[in-house]
């Protein structure tokens, strides 16, 4: 079983930055690929970022030249910073773990981007 652990959520004003954090343990594949999604309220889940073990990543349209996803394949984290942040960046970010076929989520930790 993997386990993940969010961390580094909270309030922000807009323009300002924020580090989340996702810590991996249990059985965890050598080769997989950790991320990051997020879920507004009345909206659907979606994609903000993702990394493989060897460092590609990919990330949203909305996201682009603002976030960066980051790893520590050694500690099995994944990290996410988020710069000049936005009303809309505000939702639960999960982490998201993806290992033969299989996916798992961390409990979630809220952003609110408000002045």
């Avoid at 807009?14 to 009345?42: D, E, H, K, V």
């Avoid at 949203?60 to 942040?85: C, E, H, I, P, W």
Wanted: net charge positive.
């Amino acid at each position: 079983q993997v386990q993940l652990v969010e961390s580094g959520g909270g309030l922000v004003q807009p323009g300002g930055s924020l580090r989340l954090s996702c810590a991996a343990s249990g059985i965890i594949f050598r080769i997989n690929t950790m991320g990051w999604y997020r879920q507004a309220p009345g909206k659907q889940r979606e994609l903000v970022a993702t990394i493989t073990t060897s460092g590609s990543t990919n990330y949203a349209d909305s996201v682009k030249g603002r976030f960066t996803v980051s790893r520590d394949n050694a500690k099995n984290t994944v990290y996410l910073q988020m710069n000049s942040l936005k009303h809309e960046d505000t939702a639960v970010y999960y982490c998201n773990l993806q290992a033969l076929s299989r996916g798992y989520w961390g409990q979630g930790t809220q952003v609110t981007v408000s002045s």
